[in-house]
């Protein structure tokens, strides 16, 4: 669901989007930390805010780090 509006932020075209691993953590809603694959050989990690379900909002794209591998541990950032 945030795939346009990192595709946009990056300024990056995705011939693959796939996500491989993710984390979550629970604050006024939930962060999630997601690895994609969006190459052949690269990957991205975001952040991405989820509210309540009571807010009636999707999720949004808070951060993402591009250049990172599949090996490439997905930590808080």
Do not use: W
């Not at 932020?9 to 694959?37: H, L, P, W």
């Not at 999720?59 to 930590?75: A, E, I, M, N």
Request: net charge negative.
């Amino acid at each position: 669901q945030v795939k346009p509006q990192f595709v946009s932020r990056a300024n990056m075209n995705c011939d693959v989007y796939t996500a491989i691993e993710y984390r979550s953590q629970v604050v006024a809603g939930a962060m999630y930390f997601i690895k994609v694959q969006v190459s052949d050989v690269e990957y991205v990690h975001l952040k991405v805010f989820q509210t309540l379900p009571q807010e009636n909002q999707g999720p949004s794209l808070v951060d993402f780090q591009t250049g990172k591998t599949r090996d490439d541990p997905l930590t808080y950032f």
